[in-house]
């Protein structure tokens, strides 16, 4: 599995960013994949998931309301859309997926639950 995210890049206070991420080497539909985020001395954050069948979401509590991810299962990308962002937002933004198949419990907000990560995508939020 290959995972390539982008559309990072600097943005004001209040404006909005789509994340990427391009998917391959595999079929997903057994999949769920997600958006975590890192900043420097912090441990990475779960942000978004979605099951890739089916088309189920879970949010961090921070990104409900404001950020939406979705995905094109004939595109095989992922989508972070962000919306009202915070410079609270600044980090670098990576995709992940796991196969569902692979795994006895799944726990969709722990990074180490996923397999396969991409590589990240910087957004800066300036106020």
């Known amino acids: 599995v290959q995972l390539q995210a982008f559309g990072g890049g600097l943005v004001q206070a209040g404006g909005s960013l789509r994340l990427s991420c391009a998917a391959s080497?595999?079929?997903?539909?057994?999949?769920?994949m997600g958006w975590f985020r890192q900043t420097p001395g912090k441990e990475r954050e779960f942000v978004a998931a979605?099951?890739?069948?089916?088309?189920?979401?879970y949010y961090e509590d921070f990104a409900k309301g404001r950020f939406t991810i979705s995905r094109d299962n004939a595109k095989n990308k992922m989508y972070l859309q962000m919306n009202s962002l915070k410079p609270g937002d600044t980090a670098v933004y990576y995709c992940a997926a796991v196969d569902l198949n692979s795994k006895s419990e799944v726990v969709v907000e722990a990074h180490g639950t996923y397999d396969h990560w991409g590589r990240g995508t910087l957004v800066t939020v300036s106020s």
């Open positions: 979605i099951r890739w069948s089916g088309g189920t979401t």
């Open positions: 080497g595999r079929t997903f539909s057994r999949y769920i």
